[in-house]
């Protein structure tokens, strides 16, 4: 709704201006009633209705139109990010066993949620989660503690000796999982309840955007280090031995991939061209150091799976450049040592 209205002196120092009456009808405003009055970051000045009650919000999903289980908790998920507050799965005919498991076993995963009805009419999930209590910024802090502590396994799994740690990381990747969708889930709550947008720590819709595509980058990094641990596990099993020359020089390059994830989170948490500058570095000698290996491995004929383990290091110093260009972005949406902002 467009609509001009003229700025009008009211005494001698006040101005005021006219609340249009279709959007006070659709407010429920009266009399009386106080307005919150919220300038975002672009120098857009937000009108929040202080006293409007939020109505809890309800997604109920037809399992027989989904197609397949697999499907329908895809659906669940869905609806759990859009940050509806009851999730209701039902069906024309009662539901099996199979679609009743699967969106159970989908709704634990799911932080906040928790299951309140379920039988074979249907199964109803409800959140309790309060959104101010989780800031998006400690989410994808703890985001990265968790990358980084599977990254951890899987250097000290390098050699093939000791690979019992290597369990932890599906666990941990199963965590990672659940963080993803609660800070999507944030995300689309600050952008559809502005009013909670500060309190959840989102500035402006560009924000949000940056930590949405910063969260899946690191959600895919912990995909990469899954594969590694699977793949080591697997070479084990097969009882193939590395050579330790070879095992260092792949222990150097996971140091340095390490290192160059923790930083470039940390510019993203914290956005400084000396920390930034210092995550490009880092991901750069990661690279360079993969071509390295890799030359290594090529010159004394190391079979192929020592090669595999060196490019998923790679894989995760390219996916840093994907979070370094949103913090430089982030940079410069302030005034600061290296850029004067103007609006």
Request: with cysteine.
């Amino acid at each position: 709704m467009d609509e001009r209205r003229r700025v009008q002196k009211v005494g001698y120092n006040s101005l005021s201006i006219s609340i249009p009456k279709q959007y006070a009808n659709a407010m429920n405003l009266k009399q009386g009633d106080s307005i919150l009055f919220r300038e975002d970051s672009d120098g857009t000045l937000r009108l929040i209705p202080a006293t409007q009650a939020r109505e809890a919000t309800r997604a109920t999903l037809k399992a027989d139109q989904a197609g397949s289980v697999e499907m329908l908790t895809k659906l669940v998920v869905g609806a759990y990010a859009l940050g509806y507050d009851t999730i209701e799965v039902v069906g024309r005919e009662p539901l099996d066993h199979v679609t009743v498991e699967g969106v159970l076993e989908t709704v634990r995963r799911l932080r906040g949620m928790e299951v309140v009805e379920s039988d074979e009419r249907h199964v109803v999930a409800q959140s309790f989660i309060d959104p101010t209590k989780f800031p998006v910024d400690s989410l994808i802090k703890r985001l990265q503690i968790l990358v980084s502590r599977s990254l951890d396994y899987v250097n000290g799994s390098l050699d093939l000796r000791q690979t019992g740690s290597l369990n932890q990381v599906a666990r941990v990747r199963d965590e990672v999982d659940e963080l993803y969708w609660l800070i999507l889930r944030q995300l689309l709550v600050a952008l559809n309840r502005r009013e909670l947008a500060s309190e959840i720590g989102i500035e402006s819709p560009l924000h949000a955007s940056g930590d949405r595509v910063s969260a899946k980058t690191m959600d895919e990094i912990g995909g990469i280090i899954q594969d590694m641990a699977e793949e080591l596990v697997r070479l084990r099993g097969l009882e193939m031995k590395m050579d330790p020359k070879v095992t260092a020089g792949i222990r150097r390059l996971a140091t340095k991939a390490g290192e160059a994830f923790n930083t470039t989170v940390e510019s993203l948490l914290a956005p400084d061209i000396k920390l930034i500058g210092k995550s490009l570095a880092l991901v750069d000698e990661t690279m360079k150091l993969e071509k390295e290996v890799t030359d290594e491995l090529l010159a004394s004929g190391e079979s192929g799976y020592a090669r595999v383990l060196v490019s998923y290091f790679g894989q995760i110093a390219r996916y840093c450049t994907i979070i370094i260009e949103i913090s430089s972005h982030r940079l410069l949406r302030k005034t600061s040592r290296v850029a004067t902002v103007e609006r």
